[in-house]
């Protein structure tokens, strides 16, 4: 079993940044695939990137691509979101979560969430 726990969130005015991290405790953080994503109020809970196992391999919604990287530490066991450029439209809750697969962009998918944490872009 994995927990994950993100932090970063925060509140900053378009055009700025945030750094959202998520640590998993348990073992094998590296034999899964994670993923962000996120639910803006009134909205469903929306994908937003997913990256591989080792890292190789990354995926985005169109909405942040160009803006969002996300990237992983297998031996922190921790994975990032670097979110550029933040937009109004980016206001939400960002959660993580685990899949038991090499990479995912199904919700469905993904076994373990966390708590998730708030990300407010003013204009």
């Known amino acids: 079993q994995v927990q994950l726990v993100e932090s970063g969130g925060g509140l900053v005015q378009a055009g700025g940044s945030l750094r959202l991290s998520c640590a998993a405790s348990g073992r094998s953080f590296s034999s899964y695939g994670m993923g962000w994503f996120r639910q803006a109020p009134g909205k469903e809970r929306e994908f937003v990137a997913a990256i591989s196992r080792t890292g190789g391999a990354t995926y985005y919604a169109d909405s942040v691509k160009g803006r969002f990287t996300i990237s992983r530490d297998n031996p922190k066991n921790t994975v990032y979101l670097q979110m550029n450029n933040l937009k109004p439209d980016d206001t939400a809750v960002y959660y993580c979560?685990?899949?038991?697969?090499?990479?995912?962009?199904?919700?469905?998918?993904?076994?373990?969430w966390g708590q998730g944490t708030q990300v407010t872009v003013s204009s």
């Open positions: 979560a685990a899949a038991n697969r090499i990479i995912t962009l199904q919700q469905h998918e993904y076994m373990y």
